[in-house]
């Protein structure tokens, strides 16, 4: 739901704060010890940023974002780094326009290092086996990457920020965030309209008794 909101528009404080009250109750309670609920756990950190971000509450999405990248997504899959990493790419954002630039700078430095801590491992995490490889695994492998990238760009661009104000968000692009989800999301959409089309046609082909 908070997906939606964010991609589709229609956010309000209202939307987000039962949002955020949805999201708190299940960290106040969720098994620390069951991988599928820490996977949520780093998920649902990660989409509250965006949507306290979205309303413009600055800090607390600073806070949220600075908490879900040191959550270590190894326990469940190297994949799920896109979030952490992704997270550390939004507080660097936040504390460069707090004009923070060496935190920021870390911050994309942690991000980096967390691509290169995740994706140096045994690769049966990513795509299962070589001979029957899971479709999804190198390509959001490669989302991992691109994030990371992202972090990169940010961290050169910082040097220049002081001299050329705004330099940093002409070189980074936000818009690539999230891009596999993105994608899959899409894909689904248009199987389901493929589905109501053909179910339409069909209606239309039933003779009347």
């Known amino acids: 739901l908070a997906h939606q909101f964010l991609e589709?528009?229609?956010?309000?404080?209202?939307?987000v704060t039962k949002l955020i009250q949805g999201i708190n109750a299940f960290d106040a309670v969720y098994d620390r010890e069951n991988i599928h609920s820490h996977r949520w756990a780093i998920s649902l950190h990660y989409i509250a940023g965006r949507l306290l971000l979205a309303v413009g509450n600055r800090d607390a999405a600073l806070s949220t974002f600075l908490t879900c990248a040191e959550m270590d997504p190894m326990r469940f899959?190297?994949?799920?780094?896109?979030?952490?990493i992704s997270s550390r790419m939004y507080a660097g954002l936040i504390l460069t326009g707090n004009n923070q630039l060496t935190e920021a700078q870390e911050q994309f430095n942690l991000g980096m290092k967390e691509a290169h801590r995740v994706l140096q491992g045994d690769w049966s995490d990513i795509i299962g086996s070589f001979e029957n490889p899971l479709l999804f695994g190198l390509q959001e492998a490669a989302e991992v990457l691109d994030v990371a990238s992202q972090?990169?760009?940010?961290?050169?661009?910082?040097?220049?920020q002081e001299?050329?104000?705004g330099y940093l968000w002409?070189?980074?692009?936000?818009k690539r965030f999230g891009l596999v989800e993105w994608n899959k999301y899409l894909e689904r959409e248009i199987s389901r309209l493929h589905r109501l089309i053909a179910n339409i046609h069909v209606q239309e082909a039933t003779p009347v008794a």
């Open 8 to 15: 589709m528009g229609g956010l309000t404080i209202h939307a």
């Open 77 to 84: 899959s190297p994949l799920l780094a896109t979030k952490t």
């Open 151 to 160: 972090c990169a760009q940010a961290f050169h661009a910082l040097k220049r």
């Open 163 to 165: 001299s050329i104000p």
């Open 170 to 174: 002409e070189k980074v692009n936000l």
